[in-house]
T-cell receptor, first 114, second 112 residues
Framework: ETGVTQSPTHLIKTRGQQVTLRCSSQ?????VSWYQQALGQGPQFIFQ???????GRGNFPPRFSGLQFPNYSSELNVNALELDDSALYLC?????????????FGEGSRLTVL | SQQGEEDPQALSIQEGENATMNCSYK?????LQWYRQNSGRGLVHLIL?????REKHSGRLRVTLDTSKKSSSLLITASRAADTASYFC????????????FGQGTTLQVKP
């Protein structure tokens, strides 16, 4: 139990639609990272938010966007969904720039795009 | 692009045996971490080894790091059926900020 919760757990969308995924970070953690994990692959870094500002981005197009709120919860928004966006989306929280670098992951939101 | 390459991709052993998974990476790192993922679930952090460390233990887990070869190994001793999962190595290449680059993973099956 990592204390990181994600919603919804599963959802189905059609191509061209928009989706919002939500993440509540572990208490006291001020950094949230989002990862995309396609079936059979390792997670791919999307972006990270630290104290409500984007703090790094992976190789994902601008239609992937995010927000972090004052309580450090976060949203991932994906516009103009494509079939290849079908994946498990993982949120991970951590305590800013602490030395460990350990991430605490939620159980993920599984998105299916038809 | 993937930084880490895990080997083997899949491993099947009997309960009680040891399981060894290897990870190679391409660029200099600050630390390397191993995570475990049960099917379709979130990832769970197992162990972190810093670039200036060569070996680390945690319970039945032993991790080694060879920065000259840019490789790491994870050894699970006396495996149990409950160890059945996918195991990923992840590298932090830009300081301890949590922007990890994951490998493709090793799927471990432990037969009772």
């Amino acid at each position: 139990e990592t204390g990181v919760t994600q919603s919804p757990t599963h959802l189905i969308k059609t191509r061209g639609q928009q989706v919002t995924l939500r993440c509540s970070s572990q208490s006291g953690h001020n950094t949230v990272s989002w990862y995309q994990q396609a079936l059979g692959q390792g997670p791919q870094f999307i972006f990270q938010y630290y104290r409500e500002e984007e703090n790094g981005r992976g190789n994902f197009p601008p239609r992937f966007s995010g927000l972090q709120f004052p309580n450090y919860s976060s949203e991932l928004n994906v516009n103009a969904l494509e079939l290849d966006d079908s994946a498990l989306y993982l949120c991970a929280s951590s305590l800013g720039r602490v030395r460990t670098g350990e991430l605490f992951f939620g159980e993920g939101s599984r998105l299916t795009v038809l | 692009s993937q930084q880490g390459e895990e080997d083997p991709q899949a491993l099947s052993i009997q309960e009680g045996e040891n399981a060894t998974m290897n990870c190679s990476y391409k660029t200099s790192i600050n630390n390397l971490q191993w995570y475990r993922q049960n099917s379709g679930r979130g990832l769970v952090h197992l162990i972190l080894i810093r670039s200036n460390e060569r070996e680390k233990h945690s319970g039945r887990l032993r991790v080694t790091l060879d920065t000259s070869k840019k490789s790491s190994s994870l050894l699970i001793t006396a495996s149990r059926a409950a160890d059945t999962a996918s195991y990923f190595c992840a590298t932090d290449v830009s300081g301890n900020t949590g922007k990890l680059i994951f490998g493709q993973g090793t799927t471990l099956q432990v037969k009772p």
